[in-house]
């Protein structure tokens, strides 16, 4: 069952969004309610799965620095396999089925560019893999996801 959200669950989430290790009494204070009310409502969206969890957001001197894109497609009834071989690969971050001309979109991330280049190798050399094009990420301009 999908949980509605209000205006202070909404406003909540903002805030744990850009600081989810914000003490209770400074959520509270900024959204002007009781400490209670924010425990409570963060226990709530918790239960349902709105808040899926708490993670750690690398800074950018200590991430990968080198960063691709590989748009994978694979042979018919392979998926499950070739998806099993990229999950065991170091480089690969992220996995995606997708529709179109590519069945994989597969995120990968490297300090050097021997690996990276490794990597790749070992995507095309899969059993199963039909085709394989890669995009370098040379810079990022927008990113929602931290």
Do not use: N
């Amino acid at each position: 069952m999908k949980m509605q959200l209000d205006e202070l669950d909404t406003a909540l989430i903002g805030l744990l969004a850009d600081d989810a290790r914000a003490p209770i009494a400074d959520l509270a204070r900024r959204l002007g309610v009781a400490r209670t009310t924010v425990q409570a409502r963060i226990d709530r969206l918790e239960q349902t799965g709105t808040i899926a969890g708490y993670t750690l957001r690398i800074g950018a001197d200590a991430k990968h620095r080198i960063r691709a894109t590989a748009l994978v497609s694979v042979e018919p009834r392979t998926g499950t396999a070739v998806v099993s071989r990229l999950s065991a690969l170091p480089q690969v971050q992220i996995v995606h089925t997708a529709s179109g001309r590519f069945d994989l979109i597969v995120e990968i991330a490297s300090d050097e560019t021997d690996s990276l280049d490794e990597a790749l190798d070992q995507i095309s050399a899969i059993k199963g893999v039909t085709a394989a094009e890669t995009l370098v990420h040379l810079s990022t301009k927008v990113d929602r996801t931290h």
